[in-house]
């Protein structure tokens, strides 16, 4: 299994690629026009936020919170 990391690298390449219109193409079919992306967006960026936390975490660098 790839590490943390190496999965947000990944996920940020990903997004890289969307961003300078890399993954979106234009089919017609019948005279019916789509646009098709291989990857949502949105997406790319809630599992880019989910591992920075988690390496974060991994880190010790969670949120300390005192009660005094």
């Known amino acids: 299994m790839r590490t943390l990391e190496e999965q947000l690298e990944s996920v940020q390449k990903a997004i890289e690629a969307i961003e300078g219109g890399g993954q979106e193409i234009?089919?017609?079919?019948?005279q019916n026009r789509r646009?098709?992306?291989?990857?949502?967006?949105?997406?790319?960026?809630k599992r880019e936020t989910q591992l920075k936390m988690a390496i974060k975490r991994k880190n010790g660098g969670?949120?300390?919170?005192?009660?005094?």
């Open 26 to 30: 234009d089919i017609e079919v019948n």
């Open 35 to 45: 646009r098709v992306s291989r990857a949502d967006l949105r997406e790319l960026y």
């Open 62 to 68: 969670g949120t300390f919170r005192s009660f005094w």
